[in-house]
């Protein structure tokens, strides 16, 4: 069966190879192997090795279940829109702002 890749934009691509880098180079100052980072995060070396390599292919979980394998890394997701100035300042201007986005038309 074949599998769907996401469509990912040019930028978005760059900041998931300099997350896989960034993760390779956590993995590496921890002197962690790649078996055993696969071992803690229930993968194989291919998968850690699309991680590394920042595959937008990869399951967020995927990532997250490596970032917790790095010594409990995973909590730094919780950083992630944790400023959101645009939302921030819609809110501080009391612009509504929708529960849910509203219906495509096909």
Do not use: F
């Not at 967020?60 to 995973?74: F, K, R």
């Amino acid at each position: 069966m074949k599998t769907k890749k996401a469509i990912v934009l040019p930028k978005t691509e760059q900041i998931l190879k300099q997350l896989g880098e960034q993760i390779r180079l956590a993995r590496l100052r921890r002197d962690l192997s790649v078996n055993l980072v696969c071992e803690r995060a229930y993968i194989s070396r291919t998968t850690l090795w699309k991680v590394e390599n920042g595959d937008s292919s990869v399951a967020i979980g995927i990532y997250a279940a490596v970032l917790h394998a790095l010594d409990n890394m995973d909590k730094d997701l919780l950083l992630v829109a944790k400023d959101d100035e645009i939302g921030k300042t819609l809110q501080d201007l009391k612009i509504d702002v929708r529960k849910r986005a509203s219906r495509s038309v096909k």
